[in-house]
């Protein structure tokens, strides 16, 4: 089964904190995880203005090299913290810019031309 890296829930009510883990696909939310990744406290602190992670870079870059997929959450988690640029194939696009996307898809192109040339030829 498919390795994926998502959020799981800590902590008491109103104070919740965040385990950013790597987890097989198909458990639950806050099933017992194959690695903790890191940390993310989405509260800033009294007298601070910044809200607080800790992660293990190397261990992420791992476990996204191996094939395991992040949930939208973490991906927007790693783009703020650099670990993911913003045009990473695990970002999420909406309809349109995949639609976009697949117009401009020089691949797709070339198959549509050939369609268009097999039309186009007489059939004997």
């Known amino acids: 089964m498919a390795v994926r890296i998502r959020m799981s829930v800590h902590g008491r009510c109103n104070r919740r904190i965040f385990h950013i883990n790597a987890v097989e696909g198909g458990r639950r939310r806050d099933a017992r995880p ?3 990744l890191g ?3 989405p509260h800033v602190p ?3 203005n910044t809200k607080t992670i800790q992660w293990s870079v190397d261990r992420i870059r791992y ?3 191996v094939g395991a997929t992040p949930s939208r959450s973490v991906v927007k988690l790693l783009e703020l ?3 993911l640029k913003p045009g ?3 970002h999420a696009t909406s309809a349109k810019d995949a639609l976009k996307l697949k117009k401009s898809s020089p691949i797709l192109k070339a198959v549509e031309e050939a369609n268009a040339a097999r039309q186009q030829q007489p059939s004997s």
Do not use: Q, R
């Open 46 to 48: 009294v007298g601070g």
């Open 39 to 41: 940390i993310y406290d």
């Open 63 to 65: 476990w996204l090299s």
């Open 81 to 83: 913290g650099g670990i």
């Open 34 to 36: 194959a690695e903790l």
């Open 88 to 90: 990473s194939p695990f």
